[in-house]
């Protein structure tokens, strides 16, 4: 299958600074990346979607000045958590759609990326 | 408001014998249904699909039931296998989006 690959896999900053993500799809082109979070024991709750060339759409309840997402080229999404808090530690979760036409059933994700703020 | 819940955070199986599990969703515009299994610190791995206007998808020991007017449905795996443990969410499409249950604990027992 297509191979997501998300960058870093473990992070530990402190509070108050901002911590990048990096989401890269490595064998298609992907106009459409989203972005998970989760909490322990939890679901995976959407944050965003990320259309490359353009601004990303936020689900309700999500700070767009805090979470701010990039989606640079077909193959690459940043999420940059900034100021962070220690609140915002979780497991975040990239994934990708191979088919740039979103009637593909599969989406493709990362290997997640655990955030701890001190 | 949870459109898609899985109820048994977890489900304890021997080796060899059939596993499933149920997910129940609430909204009626889903499109397809999908099931992926997710190691501790991995993003999840897809399984299988099923589309909203079949009942049944099957693919080798995976077999995802479809039953919308209860809007409710199960993924059987039979043998089960002990590199079967690993939490299986259900997730519904819609809109291009898809949305998450909350997860279901499998551990196959040997």
């Known amino acids: 299958g297509a191979v997501v690959s998300q960058h870093p896999s473990r992070v530990i900053c402190k509070s108050g600074t901002s911590v990048k993500i990096e989401c890269r799809s490595l064998d298609f082109q992907a106009t459409t990346m989203f972005w998970y979070r989760q909490f322990p024991k939890k679901s995976l709750m959407l944050m965003a979607t990320?259309?490359?060339?353009?601004?990303?759409?936020?689900e309700q309840g999500v700070e767009k000045d805090k979470f701010l997402i990039n989606h640079a080229s077909l193959t690459l999404s940043t999420l940059t958590v900034t100021s962070a808090h220690p609140e915002d530690s979780s497991f975040y979760i990239c994934?990708?759609?191979?088919?740039?036409?979103?009637?593909?059933?599969?989406?493709?994700f990362g290997q997640g990326t655990r955030l701890t703020v001190v | 408001d949870q459109q898609v819940k899985q109820n048994s955070p977890s489900l304890s199986v021997q080796e060899g014998r059939i596993s499933i599990l149920n997910c129940d969703y609430t909204n009626s515009m889903f499109d397809y249904f999908l099931w992926y299994k997710k190691y501790p610190a991995e993003g999840p791995t897809f399984l299988i699909s099923i589309s909203s206007i079949k009942d049944k998808n099957e693919d080798g020991r995976f077999t995802v039931f479809l039953n919308k007017s209860a809007k409710h449905l199960s993924l059987h795996i039979v043998p089960s296998q002990p590199g079967d443990s690993a939490v299986y969410f259900c997730a519904a499409r819609w809109g291009g989006k898809l949305i998450f249950g909350q997860g279901t604990e499998l551990s196959v027992k040997p």
């Open positions: 994934s990708a759609r191979a088919d740039n036409r979103g009637m593909s059933t599969e989406a493709f």
């Open positions: 990320s259309n490359e060339g353009s601004k990303a759409t936020y």
